[in-house]
C-alpha cells in the first residue's frame, strides 16, 4: 500500500521559516511529479509547488519567491522550505504523488502562522 507521510508542520511567527517533508513507502517506484498542496479553512485545496522527477519546479504565485521545492528521487521524499512566512500561508499542508493518472495523498500537516 502506498503511503505519504508528511513531517514538519507547527506554529511559527509571521516572517519565520518551517520546512516540510514528506517520504512515500510501500511502492518501489518513485513518482513522476511530487508537490505540496494547501487547504484553509473554508477554502478549496490549492497548488503550492510542485517537482518533476527531472527537477523542473512550479509555484503558486502566492508563494513564489518564499517558498523551495526540492526532492530526493533515491530516497522518494520531497521537502517544502518556506520562508518569510504570512498568516495567510495558515493551512493543513498535503503531500502530493502523481503517477500516470493515480494521485497519492498524505494525511496533511497543520501549519499556523500567527501575526
Known amino acids: 500500500q502506498v503511503r505519504l507521510v508528511e513531517s514538519g508542520g507547527g506554529l511559527v511567527q509571521a516572517g519565520g521559516s518551517l520546512r516540510l517533508s514528506c517520504v512515500a513507502s510501500g511502492t518501489i517506484w518513485g513518482f513522476p511529479t511530487m508537490g505540496w498542496y494547501r487547504q484553509a479553512p473554508g477554502k478549496q485545496r490549492e497548488l503550492v509547488a510542485t517537482?518533476?522527477?527531472?527537477?523542473?519546479?512550479n509555484y503558486a504565485d502566492s508563494v513564489k519567491g518564499r517558498f523551495t521545492i526540492s526532492r530526493d528521487n533515491a530516497k522518494k521524499t520531497v521537502n517544502l522550505q518556506m520562508n518569510s512566512l504570512k498568516p495567510e500561508d495558515t493551512a493543513v499542508y498535503y503531500c502530493?504523488?502523481?503517477?500516470?493518472?493515480?494521485?497519492?495523498w498524505g494525511q496533511g500537516t497543520q501549519i499556523t502562522v500567527s501575526s
Open positions: 517537482i518533476t522527477s527531472g527537477g523542473s519546479t
Open positions: 502530493n504523488g502523481l503517477r500516470g493518472s493515480n494521485n497519492y
